[in-house]
């Protein structure tokens, strides 16, 4: 059974930092893509940062510069630093993976995490 559990959201003020992490388990394969989305309170999920099964990763325009999306496969653990953090990031923050090389929409992960709470004070 595939899990993925998500860590280390919180709240601070704009221009702080904030480092998330997920732990996949349940994969029978090392052959996954990763990704981070965030939903705000009455918008819709949106991709923030995802990285294919070789390492590359794709960004958000918003994050571009920010953000950095990275996934140590020998502990299969997703982690997304986030610096300079804006009022704007406020959101929850949902981990997500499936079994292919590369993903990069909301409609290529088939799996989830429960989120983590991202809020951020002007």
């Known amino acids: 059974q595939v899990q993925l559990v998500e860590s280390g959201g919180g709240s601070v003020q704009a221009g702080g930092s904030l480092r998330l992490s997920c732990v996949a388990s349940?994969?029978?394969?090392?052959?996954?893509?990763m990704g981070w989305f965030r939903q705000a309170p009455g918008k819709d999920r949106e991709g923030v940062a995802t990285?294919?099964?070789?390492?590359?990763?794709s960004y958000a325009d918003s994050v571009k510069g920010r953000f950095t999306i990275s996934h140590d496969g020998t502990k299969n653990t997703l982690t997304l630093q986030m610096k300079n953090l804006k009022p704007e990031d406020t959101a929850m923050y949902y981990c997500?993976?499936?079994?292919?090389?590369?993903?990069?929409?909301?409609?290529?992960?088939?799996?989830w995490g429960q989120g983590t709470q991202v809020t951020v004070s002007s």
């Open positions: 997500a993976a499936d079994t292919r090389s590369n993903c990069h929409s909301r409609g290529d992960f088939n799996y």
């Open positions: 990285i294919d099964s070789d390492g590359t990763p």
């Open positions: 349940g994969f029978t394969t090392s052959s996954i893509c």
